[in-house]
């Protein structure tokens, strides 16, 4: 039978060190707040869907394809009509996903495939969450989960940051239920969508090497010559296109954002996205502490992957690449409720209270 409510990794904790932790959530949530209510906070407009304007850009380049135009002929035009900055081959997305749902009779199709993985991911993550975490929290991490599956069944389902974090998500629940099998097809599937997942397969490589999984860690190895060599061959084609006159970038991508813009990529959730700052600023170390508490192989899979691209957001990104928060938006919502945990043993610990009675009853009302 599986437990509503787990006890985390700070069940029975020392007093003092449960203050410890506590003041430094407390800490951590006074300054996000600070930053939501304060002339730091990253003003990009965030609206319902992620990159509005990236949305009607893959819309239409989808629809020429569709009608028989070649990819990269069709990205040259929408891209410089629109006012895109394509002199930085950066600013060239490669063919996956666009290209394929592009190929597909109707792009609703491509919707359906990107919703059948966000729901395998749902699915593996459930039964990850009823393990180790307990029925009711997996309850409550799958309706948070469900702000990023709205957008893989709506408009946004043509953001390949989606595509791309649906997939780490899908790689990161099935290691947690030991199917390394696919959570490396999952890994590389989300690096050809978008190199923004590198750095998570790259942890990947770098975790199964250091536990001597040296076949895992081959093939690791093999999907990045691949990729290298993928990438190669969209350099060739895009390098001939790009024109003297073009448009470029008058900032790096190493903007030093800090603060305001990791807590504008946190917010890249359906429940969010229109919602006041200072709610994500209140989540956010919440669940921070979730992923920080958790020392299974799948917990510490998130909490690293989590942990690595929240440092990378304090330097790397403009405002306006908010949207790259997508790539680790599922991770959260899973680590927030982990968090809830987390605070409960915390409190408990500074109040030496034997059990998480008020927690395991309110998720057992949310369940039954």
Known sequence: MVDFVIPTDYAGASRN??????????????FFLWISLSPLKN???????PGPGDVDLYNAEIKRMQAGEGFYAVCAEELRTRGYPTRSVFNWRTPAPLAIVGCLPDARLGNALLGVCGLAMAGLAYGWMCRELGRGLAVL???ALTGVLVGATGEGFVMTELWSGVLVALSVAAYAQQRPRLGVVAGLAALFCRELAAPYCLLCLAMAAWERRWREAAVWLAGFVAYAAYYAIHLSWVLPLIRPDDLTHHHSWLAYGGGPFVLSTAQMNAYLLEKPQWLTALLLPIALVGAASWSTPGGTRLGLTVAGYALAFDFVGLPFNVYWGLMISPLLAIATVRGIAAIDDLLRAVRRLPRRQILAGAASAAVG
């Open 141 to 143: 991490g799958m309706l």
């Open 17 to 30: 060190k449960a203050i410890g932790v506590l003041v430094i959530v407390g800490l951590t949530a006074v």
């Open 43 to 49: 003003e990009v407009d965030r609206g319902p869907n």
